[in-house]
């Protein structure tokens, strides 16, 4: 058994470049300090061996259609969350603290991402456009905003508990639950504010939170693009 969960232990160290790097242990892992590299790696994942077992058992499952729109709203949204964590990871505006754990974050968001794409196969939603409109470059408002961002997928996970009835997704939905907030925890203290807000978290509906990030305009239908022509110059 301790052979089968090195072996596991290798793959997953192997596979998992982003993981790796985001707690800062690069790809030179040896079997000297295997348990601390799988304390490290369990840390960075969040969950996401459980996870990825249970999109595994999804994915056999005959789902509901109304759960496949689920799953894609969670998908645009984790979407927008990894692709917001990078973003300001390569302005390179964040400062010690906030780099290590925006780069952890985003690997969690990442692995979401992978596990709900694994899970609808063919009906994965392809992935939109983004502009985060100057946040990412500004080490307090990318903070603010992900305090903002990590609440609120807390929210949407919870109300959306009672639209699933495939079991698999139901356990693979609290896993979700559970990291998301941690996350908002950890930024929140990064913050200088209370790690938990009140005693009971309020869900959302996705229509709330929809209109929540219509009104971010972080989503664009279209890709930013520059002007063909060369800029006219006077004088």
Request: no cysteine.
């Amino acid at each position: 058994m301790q052979r089968e969960i090195g072996n596991e232990m290798d793959e997953l160290l192997n596979d998992n470049e982003d993981l790796r790097s985001a707690v800062g242990e690069g790809a030179s892992f040896t079997r000297a300090n295997r348990s601390r590299a799988a304390f490290l790696l369990s840390a960075a994942i969040g969950g996401g061996a459980v996870l990825a077992k249970l999109a595994s058992a999804a994915r056999a499952a005959q789902f509901e259609p109304h759960e496949i729109d689920v799953l894609n709203f969670d998908l645009t949204f984790e979407y927008l969350q990894a692709e917001f964590y990078d973003e300001a990871l390569r302005f390179g505006a964040l400062g010690p603290e906030a780099t290590r754990w925006a780069r952890v974050i985003g690997a969690h968001e990442h692995a979401h991402v992978r596990i709900l794409r694994s899970v609808l196969g063919r009906r994965a939603v392809t992935k939109p456009f983004f502009d985060y409109r100057g946040v990412t470059e500004d080490e307090e408002a990318f903070t603010k905003t992900a305090v903002a961002m990590e609440d609120l997928t807390t929210a949407l996970l919870t109300g959306q508990v009672r639209e699933f009835r495939t079991p698999a997704l139901v356990s693979a939905l609290f896993s979700l639950i559970t990291v998301e907030a941690r996350h908002a925890a950890w930024v929140r203290n990064d913050l200088g504010v209370l790690p938990i807000a009140s005693p009971l978290d309020e869900a959302k509906s996705l229509k709330e939170v929809a209109e929540v990030v219509a009104s971010t305009r972080f989503m664009k239908e279209n890709p930013i693009t520059w002007a063909k022509t060369a800029p006219r110059f006077t004088g």
